[in-house]
């Protein structure tokens, strides 16, 4: 058997209905020696198939969407939320915006297509194209909506006659309908016929339907252009000459046939084989034409042995367990299997009004019990995919799906999550003696403080810190850069600028080639950050372990001793501001079961990569901030007491405006807690009056490069905010006062409104 560190990087590109079948396939048997990342540029993929049906609305726009993220975690897999730009081949990587290549084994794509003609005139400007089809499916409804302000009839016009166009004119027919309104709608093509290469039957009966609900096909029309409120075509029935023909139009929705996407951009010398139209050929086996490590599917990709297929779902669907069977008989060196697509298949267009039609061997029917065997078909394919229901919980039928379904409890987080435990970590300071004199230090082992600091020349102080987090996702280049923005955290709580660091990185034991790509990744992750700032990075240490560890040491210059933000300070009557919400333990922890979402994910991602330099240049420039810290391992209520310290005051925390990440109170309530919850609660529970339950929850929650804590006189909260604002800070808020301390040890009361 191979050993987990001979792994083999696949990386799928895009989340089109091949690969959510591949990542449900190696959810449920994993394949060996395989190490899968799924690089998105959006979380959530929109099954076409059901969107005239939510047009209809028969369906909520969450019934159409499959969220890639958790169905990617089930399959172990990484996930790399960044749009890729284009591939190279020959050199076995994948270019990928803002971040360095990404080497792969192998690599499958399936982006899926846009329609053709947007960059005629005005087509972008004034036409609701069907793709990209999430920005379709968020538009739609307000478009359709404004129709009814109109104080006319509405004139509907649809762009192509193909399946997609077909569908949308009735299904939108009926929603207009259905809001009482009475379109003059009008199906467009610069065919011969609507469904032009489908059976006479199906022709025949689509016709019968729109003469029925009065919808007008026109055919043999080339659009020119698109105005705001018509468009302008020619006569393509005859070769002679013709004057154009306008066609009023409040709404065009633009269906036209299938284009291809701008991945891969094809800049390199190295290019994967085109047809005349741009689609990437494939062979049988899926591989791309002259590389085997190449794969593609769905409608980005064209057979080479079958260019007759036509862009339909059912033939990316009938792709994937092939796709699925190759890569991983590819990498295990077995023989691939050819797909054969089949000429004929069971075509099902919904007509709206809860009726469908459906054709196949040259027989069409229409009716309810054809839109019943569509709709059955729809959900359950899409019930094999949607591991989380619209209110963010798994559902019943996929929730042992995946290594993480039976033992989420034994899973240890990464980040600051696996920081030791407060109580440990007191006692064995406490258990040792008292530091020898050192005039040069000025916050030291005996201090407390968030960093050391040394007296430098000048007046000043030199700053250091270290700090190290475990890897929290399978991707080195992310966790690089929230390593340091964690370790240079504690820089900018002090208000000092860092000027140099030294990276310490744990690898697993891997090839000699893997190792080299994961440090590279992990060291351009770092870099990113420390780059802008203007801190070197100097060099460093690696060790091997058994997972990824990614710190640094860090130094910088910092004011003079009596000028330091510290943790002491804070004088009661202070306001206690948060410059960054809470949450990024729940959501990482549930991020490794599966159960985050990925909107929760990209938020809680973005929450770690943003640096505290602009806010600790702010509050160290107001006079009026008594003290700072950052909130990391221990949590808000861990960090919040440290600014309590000396023993004179309490905090009153308002639990009402307390910023929480999106969906992080939501996992909360469905029993989610970091592996570190618990110890934080034991050792800050006992100084925390008035906090039930789901207090407890945020309180205690690891942050992983959090945001800062301040102390700030009262009277100048709102120019603080202000200047949050005018940088382009996320929100401020105000969450708390400190109060005189009422006991002998400096307490946290949870209240409703501070004041």
């Known amino acids: 058997m191979k050993q987990a560190t001979d792994r083999k990087r ?29 690089v998105l540029d959006r979380a959530v993929a929109v099954y076409s198939g059901m969107v005239p049906g939510f047009v209809a609305g028969d369906y909520h726009a969450a019934e159409l969407e499959i969220d890639v993220v958790p169905l990617a975690r089930r399959a172990g897999a990484g996930v790399v939320l960044s749009p890729a730009l284009d591939l190279d081949p020959v050199r076995h990587e994948l270019q990928v915006e803002g971040r360095p290549p990404i080497h792969f084994d192998l690599v499958s794509i399936d982006v899926g297509s846009t329609v053709r003609g947007l960059d005629l005139p005005g087509v972008r400007d004034h036409a609701l194209a069907t793709r990209p089809i999430g920005r379709f499916v968020r538009e739609v409804e307000q478009r359709a909506a404004d129709l009814a302000g109109l104080g006319h009839r509405p004139r509907v016009l649809l762009v192509g006659a193909g399946a997609a166009g077909v569908e949308l004119a009735f299904t939108l027919d009926t929603r207009l309908r259905g809001a ?27 016709e019968r339907e729109a003469r029925g609900r009065g919808i007008e096909i026109r055919t043999n029309l080339r659009v020119l252009r698109v105005d705001a409120n018509a468009i302008v075509c020619e ?100 023989p691939l299997r050819a797909y054969r697509p089949q000429r004929d298949f069971l075509s099902l267009l919904n007509l709206g009004g809860g009726r469908a039609l459906g054709a196949k061997w040259g027989v069409a029917l229409r009716g309810e019990g054809v839109f019943r065997l569509k709709d059955w078909i729809d959900r359950r394919f899409m019930d094999r995919f949607q591991i989380l229901d619209e209110h963010g919980r ?99 709580a002090k208000g000092g600028r860092p000027r140099h660091a030294q990276a310490i990185i744990g690898l697993p034991e891997l090839p000699a080639s893997a190792a080299r790509e994961e440090l590279f990744q992990t060291l351009s992750g770092i870099r ?50 948060l410059t960054q919400p809470i949450g990024t333990g729940v959501v990482l922890a549930a991020d490794m079961q599966g159960r985050a979402s990925g909107a929760q994910v990209a938020a809680a991602h973005a929450a770690m990569q943003h640096s505290n330099d602009v806010a600790g240049r702010i509050a160290r420039s107001s006079e009026a901030t008594h003290a700072a810290t950052d909130v990391t391992g221990f949590g808000l209520a861990g960090h919040l007491l440290s600014l309590l310290d000396e023993g004179r005051l309490d905090v009153r925390l308002d639990r009402r405006v307390v910023p929480l990440l999106p969906g992080a109170r939501a996992l909360w309530d469905s029993g989610l807690r970091s592996t570190a919850h618990p110890a934080n609660r034991e050792a800050f529970a006992p100084r925390i009056r008035g906090a039930g339950e789901a207090d407890e929850a945020w309180l205690f929650d690891p942050q992983t490069a959090g945001g800062l804590l301040l102390a700030v006189a009262e009277d100048t909260v709102g120019s603080l905010i202000e200047a949050f604002e005018s940088a382009g800070e996320p929100r401020i808020v105000a969450i708390g006062r400190f109060v005189p301390a009422s006991g002998s040890r400096p307490a946290i009361e949870v209240v409703d409104g501070a004041d």
């Open 10 to 38: 696949v990386v799928l590109v895009g989340g089109g209905h091949a690969h959510v079948q591949v990542l449900r396939r190696w959810a449920m048997d994993p394949p060996e020696g395989i190490r899968p990342i799924v």
């Open 180 to 206: 009482d309104l009475d379109p003059a709608l009008v199906l467009l093509t610069s065919d011969d016929a609507p469904l032009e290469g489908a059976a006479r039957a199906a022709r025949a009966a689509i």
């Open 235 to 334: 006569d393509t029935s005859t070769h002679a000459p013709s004057e154009p023909v306008t066609i009023p139009a409040d709404l065009v929705v633009w269906a036209t046939g299938a284009a291809p996407v701008d991945f891969p951009a094809q800049e390199g010398i190295s290019r994967l084989a085109t047809d005349d139209r741009g689609f990437l050929l494939v062979r049988d086996t899926l591989q791309a034409e002259g590389h085997d490590d190449v794969f593609a599917a769905g409608d980005c990709a064209r057979l080479s042995n079958h260019p007759w297929v036509p862009r339909a779902g059912v033939y990316a669907v009938r792709q994937g367990p092939f796709l699925e069977h190759n890569l991983r008989a590819r990498i295990e060196g077995r």
């Open 394 to 492: 798994v559902r019943a039928s996929n929730a042992t799906l995946g290594a993480m379904g039976g033992d989420e409890e034994e899973m240890a987080c990464g980040g600051c999550a696996a920081k030791l435990g407060a109580d440990p970590l007191s006692a064995a300071l406490a258990a040792l003696p008292k530091p020898p004199a050192d005039e040069s230090v000025v916050l030291g082992l005996d201090a407390r403080d968030d960093v050391a600091a040394t007296r430098s020349e000048g007046g000043g102080t030199t700053l250091h810190n270290v700090d190290v987090i475990r890897s929290f996702c399978d991707d080195p280049w992310l966790v690089g850069r929230v390593a340091a923005v964690n370790a240079l955290s504690d820089l900018h």
């Open 528 to 577: 990113s950050i420390l780059d802008p700032l203007g801190v070197s990075l100097l060099g460093g240490h690696t060790t091997i372990g058994d997972e990824l560890t990614v710190g640094l040491a860090v130094s910088g210059d910092g004011p003079a001793p009596d000028a330091l933000l510290r943790q002491a300070g804070a004088q009661a009557g202070d306001r206690l501001l």
